[in-house]
């Protein structure tokens, strides 16, 4: 039953999801990217229309894995070249599901718990990604350390290959 009034209200669903969306954009970017329709002007604004519609598809059936990898790679690309954080990158998988609340909500009102629980829910995606911010900044400090230890390693080597006089030290 959910999934016919999902593919009823698709449309209605997939403009409200591509407007958030475009809201996490700075004012006059997120502006042309709503106005204009040409895929070869507005590249980006083309791309997420076009990857959340194929993400949307794949919900309502059998998620075929290769699929979503390829149209989640698709916008994650652009929002990395964009400087999104990490979360802000991904924020826009939680943005669907604000678009079905805001959408449907006419046909899930009712149980007061119920209203409770989808604003419990939208807290408890807000920790998911600031842990994934976390997660992120400790991988960045990780590879860091790691580049460090090797450039000190090169260093040390070089230093002792040059007192040794295997190498020469002067350029």
């Known amino acids: 039953m959910l999934k016919e009034l999902l ?17 996490t954009y700075p004012g ?12 070869f002007v507005n590249p980006v604004g083309a791309t997420v229309s076009r990857e959340i519609n194929l993400l949307y598809d794949e919900l309502l059936k059998e998620m075929d894995s290769e699929k979503v990898s390829v149209a989640l790679d698709n916008i994650i690309r652009i929002r990395c070249v964009q400087d999104f ?3 802000r990158a991904v924020l826009f998988i939680h943005h669907l599901k604000r678009a079905i609340k805001e959408e449907l909500a006419g046909e899930l009102q009712g149980d ?11 807290n408890i995606d807000h920790l998911s990604l600031l842990a994934f911010d976390i997660y992120m900044k400790c991988r960045e400090k990780i590879y860091e350390i ?14 002792l290959m ?10």
């Open 7 to 23: 593919e009823k209200k698709k449309a209605a669903i997939l403009d409200r999801w591509f407007r958030l969306i475009l809201e």
């Open 28 to 39: 006059d970017t997120s502006q042309f990217l709503k106005q204009e329709k040409d895929p």
């Open 85 to 87: 954080s990490a979360s």
């Open 112 to 122: 007061p718990m119920f209203r409770e629980w989808l604003t419990f829910e939208s």
């Open 146 to 159: 790691r580049l460090h230890e090797m450039k000190d390693q090169k260093d040390s080597a070089f230093r």
């Open 162 to 171: 040059a007192r040794s006089g295997l190498i020469s030290d002067e350029p």
